[in-house]
């Protein structure tokens, strides 16, 4: 089990993992500067520094100060976690060209009201409306689901990306979003499994996002089983 943990990676680092491992290659360290970092990701350089700082708690990265410059590597680690992904991605591109959806099953969770305050925030209320169509419900629906299931649900989906913007006050980060299908005996209601740049959830817990009040839509409670597509 702890093998397959470290294989795992976490879905938001990997684009950062694959964009080092183009600048840097898989064994070797170069100096490479957040302000190059921030450039090419479309990041801020304050954001850059630290996921560079994440990666390296995690193990991902090494670092190595020089008199030119800072010096970083990919791990052993980092380069398991791309191989792993390079497999799991092969192996949905080579599949059976059907175009039959996945279907995956999770429990639902109660939250903290994390999602509902995010939800309200102007910004991020005028992009969700404008994915649904008409405005949220101010909250999310929160699910845990098996990690390897809704990876591969997520690697298959078109991702749209709501961008981050700042206020007097804060920096907000970008969310990630993806187009499902929400269903129970018969019923379907169309939402959106939003990933935040900076979230306090675990991977494999999605926040949903819909125009409905799903627990009322469904009569769901803690632990009732909901299917997405």
Same mark, same amino acid.
């Given at each position: =089990?702890?093998?397959?943990?470290?294989?795992?990676?976490?879905?938001?680092?990997? *684009?950062?993992?694959?964009? @080092?491992?183009?600048?840097? &290659?898989?064994?070797?360290?170069?100096?490479?500067?957040?302000?190059?970092? !921030?450039?090419? =990701?479309?990041?801020?350089?304050?954001?850059?520094?630290? #996921? =560079?700082?994440? @990666?390296?708690?995690?193990?991902?990265?090494? #670092?190595?100060?020089? *008199?030119?410059?800072? =010096? /970083?590597?990919?791990?052993?680690?980092?380069?398991?976690?791309?191989? !792993?992904?390079?497999?799991?991605?092969?192996?949905? $591109? +080579?599949?059976?060209?059907?175009?039959?959806?996945?279907?995956?099953?999770?429990?639902?969770?109660? &939250?903290?009201?994390?999602?509902?305050?995010?939800?309200?925030?102007?910004?991020?209320?005028? !992009?969700?409306?404008?994915?649904?169509?008409?405005?949220?419900? *101010?909250?999310?629906?929160?699910?845990?689901?098996?990690?390897? +299931? $809704?990876?591969?649900?997520?690697?298959?989906?078109?991702?749209?990306?709501?961008?981050?913007?700042?206020? #007097?006050?804060?920096? $907000?980060?970008?969310?990630?979003?993806?187009?499902?299908?929400?269903?129970?005996?018969?019923?379907?209601?169309?939402?959106?499994?939003?990933?935040?740049?900076?979230?306090?959830?675990?991977?494999?817990?999605?926040?949903? /996002?819909? *125009?409905?009040?799903?627990?009322?839509?469904?009569?769901?409670?803690?632990?009732? #089983?909901?299917?997405?597509?």
């Amino acid at each position: =089990m702890e093998k397959e943990s470290k294989l795992e990676g976490n879905i938001q680092h990997i *684009p950062l993992l694959l964009y @080092l491992s183009q600048k840097l &290659g898989l064994s070797k360290t170069d100096i490479l500067s957040t302000t190059d970092i !921030a450039k090419d =990701m479309n990041f801020s350089q304050q954001t850059a520094s630290r #996921k =560079m700082q994440e @990666l390296e708690e995690l193990g991902f990265i090494k #670092k190595q100060y020089s *008199p030119n410059g800072l =010096m /970083i590597g990919l791990t052993d680690k980092a380069t398991e976690v791309l191989k !792993a992904n390079y497999s799991h991605l092969k192996n949905i $591109f +080579e599949e059976s060209k059907s175009k039959k959806p996945v279907k995956i099953q999770g429990a639902i969770l109660s &939250g903290i009201g994390e999602g509902k305050f995010y939800v309200q925030i102007k910004n991020y209320n005028e !992009a969700f409306t404008k994915l649904l169509g008409e405005k949220p419900f *101010p909250g999310t629906l929160n699910v845990i689901f098996d990690k390897d +299931e $809704f990876r591969e649900l997520i690697l298959k989906k078109e991702l749209v990306r709501i961008e981050g913007f700042k206020t #007097k006050e804060r920096t $907000f980060g970008y969310i990630n979003c993806y187009k499902i299908t929400i269903q129970k005996n018969n019923k379907k209601v169309l939402g959106f499994i939003t990933i935040p740049e900076r979230t306090s959830h675990p991977e494999h817990i999605a926040e949903i /996002i819909s *125009p409905t009040y799903l627990r009322r839509e469904f009569n769901l409670k803690d632990n009732d #089983k909901i299917e997405i597509v």
